[in-house]
């Protein structure tokens, strides 16, 4: 298995970053995962922090080396993180309970499977063709999707940041799954939150993602949303592969991964770990307390 793979996660015009991000592989499959922390102070972030190590923490323990049957992991894994973000809410006494949105993947024998919740996003694009997007779960898609608003209506509608489905808040979600789709050599895989694909032209999309390699790509892309969100704009996070295949990829190139010479048992987790000192009355000793409550949430629903 080969692929490059590239992440980005900026504060945008925020106070502080609420996405999450992260990978892990082994020799024969490859997990993508983000989060998109909703609302709250510190709260929303480790939502998504949550839904990231747990879903890194599942894939380790089942990746041997394959994942059986990928898209009953994802919906269980993603219902098990809904499940420990409320453990974390009633642990605290929290008066609301924390919400975030995700989209995850799973990319082995040449295929690609995947699920979400909430509006953020999966492309799977093609020589300048998106072949697979997920479906926001959002007011403004359902309009769309009954014919009474158009594209251009919904990219300005004032409630176009609502979402009716997330993980975490007081509502058991509804987790979507799709996929199983193969994967041609050259093709590349999109995960990314709204304020990356909301701030994201998509003719520009789909030409960067086709023409060049992600470790290019997405720098060129965040730089342009990042500018167009402008000093209020929204985090925005995005993870992509180009996955390779038929072609032998240049060795030395930044961001390949080659599986093939890893064990039956390695895994290969890259996830960013809870940052949250951007706010200035957070200390070390927060961050330290925050980081041992999630792992304590996500060990009972990590079996």
């Known amino acids: 298995m080969k692929f490059t793979v590239y992440q980005d996660s900026r504060q945008g015009g925020r106070k502080y970053n609420q996405d999450r991000v992260g990978y892990s592989y082994s020799r024969e499959a490859l997990l993508l995962v983000v ?22 923490d599942q ?8 994942i059986h049957r990928p898209l009953e992991f994802l919906e269980d894994a993603l219902l098990k993180s809904h499940d420990a973000i409320y453990n974390y809410a009633g642990n605290h006494h929290l008066l609301e309970i924390p919400r975030t949105t ?7 024998d040449g295929m690609a499977y995947w699920a979400h919740v909430g509006d953020s996003r999966l492309y799977l694009i093609r020589k300048d063709t998106v072949v697979a997007m997920t479906r926001d779960h959002s007011k403004v898609r359902k309009l769309m999707d009954s014919g009474m608003i158009t594209a251009a209506e919904a990219a300005v509608h004032p409630e176009r940041n609502k979402i009716y489905n997330c993980l975490g808040g007081s509502m058991t979600p509804e987790v979507e799954v799709g996929g199983k789709v193969p994967l041609q050599d050259g093709d590349s895989i999109l995960l990314c939150t709204d304020g990356f694909w909301g701030s994201t032209v998509d003719a520009e999309l789909t030409h960067f993602m086709s023409s060049f390699p992600v470790l290019f790509a997405v720098p060129q892309l965040m730089d342009r949303a990042e500018f167009r969100g402008g000093k209020y704009g929204d985090n925005l996070t995005a993870l992509a592969i180009n996955w390779h295949e ?23 987790t890259h996830v960013d770990p809870l940052s949250i000192k951007q706010v200035s009355d957070i200390t070390d000793d927060d961050i330290e307390r925050a980081i041992q ?7 009972k629903y990590s079996k």
């Not at 894939?59 to 394959?66: C, E, G, L, S, V």
């Not at 038929?246 to 039956?264: A, F, M, R, Y």
């Not at 409550?293 to 060990?299: F, H, K």
């Open 35 to 56: 989060a998109d922390g909703m609302g709250g102070h510190l709260h929303g972030e480790v939502a998504a922090q949550i839904v990231v190590q747990l879903l890194s």
């Open 59 to 66: 894939f380790q323990q089942k990746a041997n080396p394959i």
């Open 102 to 108: 995700a989209v995850a993947c799973i990319v082995q």
């Open 246 to 268: 038929d072609i032998e990829p240049d060795p030395n190139e930044p961001g390949l991964v080659s599986t093939q010479k890893l064990d039956q048992f390695t895994i290969s």
């Open 293 to 299: 409550e999630i792992q304590s949430a996500i060990a």
